[in-house]
């Protein structure tokens, strides 16, 4: 009886194991999951459409739902959602500690979406950059996603298409509120015609049986001697990548002397912003930037031979002066004036070409001249983001011939700048690639002026859906972060540790109610470009402040 009752005793306890171990199995919150295929749907007002999310570990029936607007958007305990009044509200569907939201934009849907091309040919290594049309334009939720048919011969990231191989391949824009609604572009990707020198593919490859060339002083290319005098207050000694460790954080007057619009002065103020005073750039330095940028337009203020006008020189003189005197750096340079030459007409008329030459020549002599006696922390940038306005590839790097083209061009403006003499003998001049584009397989395409004393221009929004993008997300990522890492060991790489000097003239990060990811991101660009030695001008167009989107760059 005794063994009987140990038998049912030792039974016993092993049942009691059983349970404990079948209870320790149950699903804990680390094995649920609830996800919801889409961040983002619209729905029209008074429409409903019901949730299914995708589930691990959890039943339908145990999720808890709520919104953060009953008013917008309800939800029932089934997740069944009605549209009540146009905005937006976040629909969270939950059990326990896991969750998952989708964010319900209620508004009108998307009717269709456009491209401005549905064929597109592309060498290796080239980029296009999409522009989609969005209908309507009042669309609650506007932003599209990218998807490519054939990833081995194109990659796309955001709205940029880079072509990786021979082939043909697709990519489908399709908007993103749930419309279903997309358009596509079918993409073939060619070999490059030869290299020959009149192809329009520039070639900086240094060639190592060609005889090294030297200044001939009987040439009339030769920069004529500088006075002694003039030079005084200019060290020839330092290096380009010597003078930009020494510019530190930058900052634009943007929309100011560049501005449009208005007659003669008052173009100054024609955009909103007020008059440039002497006290507005010793509160910029004041703030701890030690370069300014003043982007100026030159052909509206110019007669018929091209020749600028006095009193408009005499302002531009007055503002530079505001920041020369205060010890700072500043980057004066030729803004908005792409319609006094076409890249594109350059590329089809040589007459034209040179006409454009000569002109844009013309205006940099008079401009050098003023400025000739000015030490070594005035530099001049030839173009701000020369381009073929309204092109397909305006903002992709252009075309080999236009960026050939672009070559020669602003060649030419260097050599009008160092035949003035003097200081400009030695003076430091930024030159940027087609647009000022940030995209490294553009830049490392261009061919810039042979000159030791040229710095490399850049723009760049950059991660551009989060710094550019109206549409894009607001929260600054660690593979935004690790994008920028890139980009600044790239420049490095190509440039920078190759002896050529880099300035990043224009960066910025568009407000969207998201101050502190912003912050970080200021940190992660100007501390990864200081690595490298790379000053930032920060781009200020003195949009409102608490404005959101597009264009929100007030500082």
């Known amino acids: 009886m005794k063994k009987i009752r140990r038998i049912l005793c030792l039974f016993t306890a092993l049942l009691m194991l059983i349970t404990l171990t079948v209870t320790s199995v149950t699903v804990s919150a680390a094995d649920m999951s609830i ?40 939800v029932t305990k089934k997740g069944k959602v009605t549209a009540k009044k146009n905005g937006t509200a976040v629909i969270t569907a939950k ?61 796309v990231k955001g709205s940029t298409v880079t072509a990786v191989k021979t082939g043909t391949s697709s990519v489908t824009v399709r908007a993103a509120d749930g419309s279903a609604k997309k358009a596509s572009i079918t993409f073939t990707v060619i070999d490059p015609p030869s290299k020959t020198p ?61 501005a449009l619009g208005g007659s003669g002065l008052s173009s100054e103020t024609a955009w909103g912003n007020p008059k440039t005073t002497k006290k507005l750039v010793d509160d910029i330095k004041a703030a701890g930037f030690d370069t300014i940028r003043i ?22 003189q007055q503002v530079v002066d505001y920041a020369y ?74 075309t080999a011939p236009e960026r050939a083209v672009l070559a020669d061009f602003e060649d030419a403006l260097v050599k009008a700048i160092r035949a003035t003499g003097g200081n400009n003998a030695y003076r430091f001049i930024m030159v940027p690639a087609y647009a000022a584009t940030s995209d490294m397989n553009i830049l490392r395409q261009t061919k810039f002026p042979a000159d030791d ?32 890492e890139w980009f600044f060991k790239a420049l490095d790489d190509t440039f920078v540790s190759n ?29 990864g470009a200081k690595q490298y030695g790379i000053p930032c001008v920060l781009w200020d167009n003195n949009s409102p402040l608490g404005q959101t989107g597009s264009e929100t760059f007030g500082y």
């Open 295 to 316: 982007p100026t337009t030159w052909g509206q203020h110019c007669d018929a031979k091209g020749d600028p006008d006095s009193a408009w020189m005499d302002r531009v």
């Open 499 to 527: 002896g050529k000097a880099v300035v990043i003239g224009e960066f910025g990060c568009i407000n969207k109610n998201n101050d502190a990811d912003r912050i970080v991101w200021a940190q992660a660009f100007v501390g």
């Open 198 to 258: 009149d192809a329009g593919f520039p070639d900086q490859r240094p060639d190592a049986d060609a005889p090294e060339k030297r200044p001939d002083p009987d040439s009339p290319e030769t920069p004529p001697a500088p006075q002694e005098e003039a030079l005084a207050n200019f060290n020839t000694n330092i290096s380009a990548k010597q003078l930009t460790s020494r510019m530190g954080i930058g900052w634009n007057l943007g929309n100011s002397l560049d």
């Open 35 to 74: 996800k919801f295929a889409q961040k983002t749907i619209t729905i029209p007002v008074g429409k409903a459409l019901t949730l299914k999310p995708t589930l691990t570990g959890v039943k339908a029936s145990e999720l808890t739902w709520s919104t953060s607007d009953k008013a917008v958007a309800s």
């Open 453 to 484: 004393r040229v710095i490399i221009s850049v723009h760049a929004y950059s991660p551009y859906n989060f710094a550019m993008n109206g549409s894009g997300p607001s929260e600054f990522t660690e593979k935004d972060r690790a994008d920028l």
């Open 95 to 155: 059990k326990g500690k896991t969750s998952a939201k989708i964010t319900i934009k209620v508004g009108k849907r998307v009717t269709s979406v456009t491209v401005k091309e549905t064929a597109v040919t592309l060498c290796p290594g080239e980029t296009y950059k999409i522009s989609a049309g969005i209908k309507p334009v009042d669309a609650a939720y506007k932003a599209v996603a990218y998807s490519v048919s054939d990833k081995s011969v194109l990659s």
């Open 325 to 398: 005197n205060n010890g700072m750096y500043v980057i004066l340079n030729d803004h908005h004036d792409c319609k006094y030459y076409n890249i594109d007409q350059m590329v089809a008329d040589e007459a034209y070409k040179q006409e454009s030459i000569d002109k844009m020549s013309n205006l940099w002599t008079h401009i050098s001249k003023r400025f000739k006696n000015y030490g070594d922390k005035l530099i001049f940038e030839v173009l701000n983001e020369p381009r073929t306005e309204g092109s397909a590839r305006e903002w992709s790097g252009g």
